[in-house]
């Protein structure tokens, strides 16, 4: 799935529709943001969202008021960080909102204070009253309000603010990216209300889901209103059935109705509703395995039929690190965990534990956000590498001169090597000057999204200023997703709550973090070990690139200039993040 939002067809469905840059950047924006195999910074779940952070103080303060959870300490971090993150996102607001959420900040800005004075004696009618005040759902009328706006023209870098607040508020509507990619395919042949598209009333599906372990489930329409049953026979099933490779035994076949914006929600749904469900019969049945087989269909409201997709395969795996690292034994056994529970809350809450398997608790999130922060600025570099030179190949020879890479997949051999194309000089030698032009000349070409990027990463890496404020920002979103996380997995395991508004994004997010962490530690991991030196424990890894984030960012403020920048190894053992030469 992974820059689909770049493929030949939708490029072509483009020119065919006559868009203009902005009007791509939109649109693959969005998807890019939809994309569940985009990195943690590209992704919704990872994005500065101010619709969301209300969301999210608004379930804490309700959460306190009737369960005491969060506690009024953890309650006042989790305020912080809603301000902070709303704060960086304000500038979007003024095309719409703004009033709104000023006055979700103010909200936000006096219970804290209340807090500050009370402590633990915190009144919980304080906080039910403050969670009534706060309406996330003007904010998502309000960001519905910016569509025409982007879809007329507005000016970088506010346009890519108000794109990924647009794909925040159609992901919380319940629009998978797949479904997504293939009505804009058919809007751009035939233009229509775009908002429709990207926001359609939910409309009712009927997912067909498959549970082993059982002929009949008892009492199925009591717990699931509408739903029908099927036992089903493997030597029954047609030979092109779609359930023929899951029925082994004993199973039964689930239609229940779902409403959904489109049909891959419909089945993330239905398997949610039914995995619930499942609670009881595994209570009732304790000695019985009861699971929900892979493979799903939907039939949609126009009798259109959709199925599970094939699973994606790859020739040759790889493990995290070639020998087994002792200290994160545990983190990788439960971040694996993470992705395979159903239950989003119980998945983000595992994903908190796989962090906590490395010896995070929540005094050190800190430090963590800092080294997510420095980790996600090298993520960001290697991805636009890829999207700029993804079509238009004989643009390319002279960005691949200076910047090679290596196998099927064009990694970069240098990272520093692309970065130093990135930023401007004063008098280039004259193959950097050709890679420069080259990657102007392919950013021109295609337009849109990754033309933007582009002039994005080109100004940050102009004033070293500006990049310092970029970092600090995700260091600001990354601190404000951990936080949540924690939050997230007290509401679960302390106060059994097993739903709450954007779960789904909570738990991909922390997949997302626990990914990201295990990614820089395996690679410290794998240096140390190379080099024939012990370990060091993560929670001093993540001291240490706190240090260094702290360190770089104030090296940035002052410097003026980023060319001595390194971000080849910038999360690794070696302190070579300000190493490059001047010229």
Not at 137 to 166: C, D, S, Y
Not at 248 to 274: C, N
Not at 322 to 339: D, F, G, I, K, T
């Amino acid at each position: 799935m992974r820059y689909q939002y770049l493929d030949a067809r939708l490029r072509q469905a483009f020119d065919d529709a006559g868009l203009s840059r902005c009007q791509r950047a939109l649109l693959q924006g969005v998807l890019r943001a939809l994309d569940p195999d985009a990195h943690l910074g590209e992704h919704v779940a990872g994005l500065n969202s101010a619709f969301v952070a209300v969301q999210r103080a608004q379930t804490a303060l309700a959460s306190h008021a009737s369960e005491d959870h969060p506690r009024w300490n953890l309650l006042r971090r989790v305020i912080s960080t809603s301000v902070t993150v709303m704060d960086a996102a304000a500038p979007a607001y003024a095309h719409a909102g703004a009033k709104a959420l000023a006055q979700a900040r103010q909200t936000l800005l006096d219970v804290d204070a209340v807090i500050a004075a009370d402590g633990q004696k915190l009144d919980p009618a304080v906080t039910k009253a403050a969670a009534a005040k706060l309406d996330p759902e003007a904010l998502r009328t309000a960001v519905r309000h910016w569509l025409g706006p982007l879809w007329n023209g507005v000016e970088l870098p506010l346009r890519a603010r108000m794109i990924a607040e647009l794909a925040v508020v159609t992901a919380c509507h319940g629009r998978d990216g797949r479904h997504l990619r293939a009505d804009l395919l058919r809007f751009l042949k035939k233009p229509h209300d775009l908002a429709q598209v990207l926001w359609p009333e939910p409309r009712r599906h009927v997912v067909a889901l498959v549970v082993r372990g059982a002929r009949v489930l008892r009492h199925l329409d009591e717990l699931l209103p509408g739903v029908r049953q099927e036992p089903l026979h493997r030597s029954r099933l047609p030979r092109d059935d779609f359930l023929k490779d899951v029925v082994t035994g004993s199973s039964v076949l689930i239609r229940l109705p779902v409403t959904a914006a489109d049909a891959h929600t419909a089945a993330l749904l239905g398997r949610r509703a039914l995995s619930e469900v499942l609670d009881q019969y595994a209570a009732g049945e304790r000695l019985t395995e009861l699971d929900i087989a892979p493979v799903w269909q939907v039939s949609g409201p126009t009798g259109r039929v959709t199925r599970t997709e094939h699973q994606r395969t790859v020739a040759s795996a790889y493990p995290l690190t070639p020998y087994w690292p002792a200290e994160l034994r545990s983190a990788m056994r439960v971040a694996n965990l993470a992705r395979q529970v159903d239950a989003p809350m119980a998945s983000a809450g595992l994903a908190w534990s796989a962090l906590e398997a490395t010896g995070l608790d929540p005094g050190k999130i800190a430090w963590l956000a800092k080294a997510c922060a420095l980790q996600m600025l090298r993520q960001h570099l290697v991805s636009l590498h890829v999207v700029v030179g993804n079509h238009d190949r004989g643009l390319r020879p002279p960005l691949d001169a200076q910047v090679p890479t290596t196998g099927v997949k064009h990694h970069l051999k240098s990272v520093d090597a692309w970065l130093d194309v990135l930023v401007e000089h004063n008098r280039p030698a004259e193959q950097l000057k050709a890679a420069q032009d080259a990657v102007t000349k392919l950013a021109e070409n295609e337009g849109g999204l990754v033309q933007d990027l582009v002039e994005l990463w080109r100004a940050r890496l102009a004033d070293s200023a500006v990049l310092a404020h970029w970092l600090q920002e995700q260091e600001d979103t990354a601190a404000a997703l951990l936080e949540w996380l924690y939050v997230t997995r007290n509401l679960a395991f302390h106060a059994g709550t097993f739903a709450a508004p954007g779960d789904v994004l909570t738990a991909h997010a922390g997949q997302a973090l626990a990914d990201l962490t295990l990614e820089f530690l395996g690679n410290w991991r794998t240096r140390e070990r190379q080099r024939g030196q012990a370990e060091t424990p993560a929670l001093d890894v993540y001291r240490r690139l706190a240090q260094r984030k702290d360190q770089l960012s104030a090296r940035l403020r002052r410097a003026g200039s980023v060319r001595r920048l390194s971000v080849e190894d910038i999360s690794g053992p070696d302190e070579k993040w300000w190493s490059r030469g001047n010229d």
